[in-house]
């Protein structure tokens, strides 16, 4: 059985600031010294909380098990919990799990981590939870290549680890993923389906509104090298709050010229939920509210009929053939063969539906695929914020200060080393009347 540790919990019962920053960097250490792995090639931060709990269909359990099922077995996950409510199950999950690799880096509980208030983000949360991601990921096992930072509710294709052989020069291995934002100014549950010519999954742009957090691998190594870490892109972020950082790291990376390879004809990563991850267990997509409910939900085939009965005239069910790579199976615990067939709700009235989404999600989110249509039914609404140039242009600016920072402090001479001195050096007092004149030697 495994130890369950959570390194640094109680660093948190301490009120004082300063006082928890010591001993958080005590712990920090400590960790490190403690859990480091001699042979871990890839470290995976998991951050999770109550919801990813519930047994062996919930999140947690899923996205560690499709760990457990890696070819490449050198690899150890390191989880943070930042909530306001403790995650009774975790001790649980990691009990059946069984295995050495998985740790708790973090269990920050209480309500000064609270996630939410009401409906709405609590404006300081994402901030503290990618503080905390940050030193999550220098306690990697400094034997570590690479790192993938993820969200504990989603899944990896069985086949992930041994990609990242192929691309041993990559900076970051960009992955293409199943998503529940799949293409979203396209048409409600159509946005999902195989066509000719239109990707097996969405497409990962590395940039903001098209890509994901758990979607990029990247060099350890580099990352900490050059010190990226997510509480540093502010000033790059061209405004966007923090839960969108993921995006704004992905962009940062590439303005810092990382070489960047893209698995264009996988499907590896599957954020959840996703269409293809609810077809897996039999479920029915709700694409009827994908604005207001954070891009649809999966639900139950009893669900799907209630809400059929409840507003006949307003929602509809279709059949879909999902896109996919034909590799489905990868993400399945037993490789069994997983249909690809899934019932899909939406409003009756499309058109209005559609008008919403592109509202909604803009030419910003649009795929690729789908900016031409988008841009001709949309005409005057049609006015892109390039979000990309904007960020570029402030890595740019950036970078100039840095550099000019540089070379002041090139310019000023260093201070004589008092070893090159035959006097003596002796400790003098200064007091605010004696600073400028002559002071004796004491």
């Given at each position: 059985m495994p130890a369950i540790t959570s390194c640094n919990s109680f660093a948190y019962l301490f009120?004082?600031?300063?006082?928890?920053?010591?001993?958080?960097?005590?712990?920090?250490?400590?960790?490190?010294?403690?859990?480091?792995?001699?042979?871990?090639?890839?470290?995976?931060?998991?951050?999770?909380?109550?919801?990813?709990?519930?047994?062996?269909?919930?999140?947690?359990?899923?996205?560690?098990?499709?760990?457990?099922?890696?070819?490449?077995?050198?690899?150890?996950?390191?989880?943070?919990?930042?909530?306001?409510?403790?995650?009774?199950?975790?001790?649980?999950?990691?009990?059946?799990?069984?295995?050495?690799?998985?740790?708790?880096?973090?269990?920050?509980?209480?309500?000064?981590?609270?996630?939410?208030?009401?409906?709405?983000?609590?404006?300081?949360?994402?901030?503290?939870?990618?503080?905390?991601?940050?030193?999550?990921?220098?306690?990697c096992p400094r034997s570590t290549k690479w790192v993938v930072i993820t969200n504990g509710d989603n899944?990896?294709?069985?086949?992930?680890?041994?990609?990242?052989?192929?691309?041993?020069?990559?900076?970051?291995?960009?992955?293409?993923?199943?998503?529940?934002?799949?293409?979203?100014?396209?048409?409600?549950?159509?946005?999902?389906?195989?066509?000719?010519?239109?990707?097996?999954?969405?497409?990962?742009?590395?940039?903001?509104?098209?890509?994901?957090?758990?979607?990029?691998?990247?060099?350890?190594?580099?990352?900490?090298?050059?010190?990226?870490?997510?509480?540093?892109?502010?000033?790059?972020?061209?405004?966007?709050?923090?839960e969108n950082y993921d995006g704004v790291l992905a962009q940062h990376l590439v303005d810092s010229n990382w070489t960047v390879h893209h698995v264009t004809d996988k499907c590896l990563y599957?954020?959840?939920?996703?269409?293809?991850?609810?077809?897996?267990?039999?479920?029915?997509?709700?694409?009827?509210?994908?604005?207001?409910?954070?891009g649809g939900s999966c639900i139950s085939q009893q669900e799907a009929a209630q809400k059929l009965l409840d507003d006949p005239a307003g929602l509809e069910q279709i059949s879909l053939r999902l896109s996919s790579d034909d590799s489905l199976a990868s993400f399945s615990p037993e490789g069994l063969p997983v249909s690809a067939d899934i019932g899909c709700l939406r409003q009756k009235n499309v058109a209005v539906q559609h008008a919403q989404m592109m509202d909604y999600f803009g030419p910003t989110c649009t795929a690729d695929a789908d900016v031409e249509s988008v841009k001709s039914i949309m005409s005057d609404k049609w006015q892109p914020v390039d979000w990309s140039s904007c960020m570029s242009n402030a890595h740019q600016l950036q970078e100039q200060h840095r550099l000019e920072h540089l070379r002041i402090l090139a310019q000023i001479p260093p201070p004589p080393d008092p070893r090159d001195s035959k006097e003596p050096v002796y400790r003098q007092r200064y007091n605010q009347l004696a600073a400028a004149q002559p002071h004796d030697e004491l």
């Open positions: 009120r004082s600031p300063i006082l928890k920053a010591c001993i958080f960097s005590l712990i920090l250490l400590t960790c490190r010294t403690a859990r480091a792995s001699p042979s871990a090639e890839i470290c995976v931060v998991i951050r999770t909380y109550w919801g990813h709990g519930g047994g062996s269909q919930a999140g947690l359990h899923k996205l560690m098990s499709s760990l457990q099922r890696q070819q490449n077995r050198k690899w150890e996950a390191v989880l943070v919990v930042l909530d306001s409510r403790p995650f009774p199950d975790l001790a649980q999950i990691l009990q059946q799990l069984d295995d050495d690799r998985v740790w708790v880096f973090a269990e920050w509980i209480g309500p000064d981590f609270a996630a939410r208030s009401g409906s709405q983000w609590v404006p300081t949360y994402h901030s503290m939870l990618y503080n905390l991601t940050d030193e999550a990921v220098r306690a899944e990896y294709s069985s086949t992930l680890f041994e990609e990242l052989d192929h691309h041993p020069d990559a900076d970051v291995v960009a992955l293409d993923y199943y998503s529940r934002y799949q293409r979203p100014t396209a048409k409600p549950c159509e946005r999902f389906s195989a066509e000719p010519g239109k990707p097996a999954c969405k497409q990962n742009l590395l940039r903001w509104c098209n890509t994901d957090l758990g979607a990029n691998v990247l060099n350890w190594p580099r990352l900490i090298q050059e010190n990226k870490r997510f509480s540093q892109l502010a000033p790059v972020a061209c405004g966007l709050p923090a599957d954020h959840s939920p996703s269409p293809q991850s609810c077809a897996r267990i039999k479920g029915v997509w709700d694409d009827s509210n994908n604005v207001w409910e954070g």
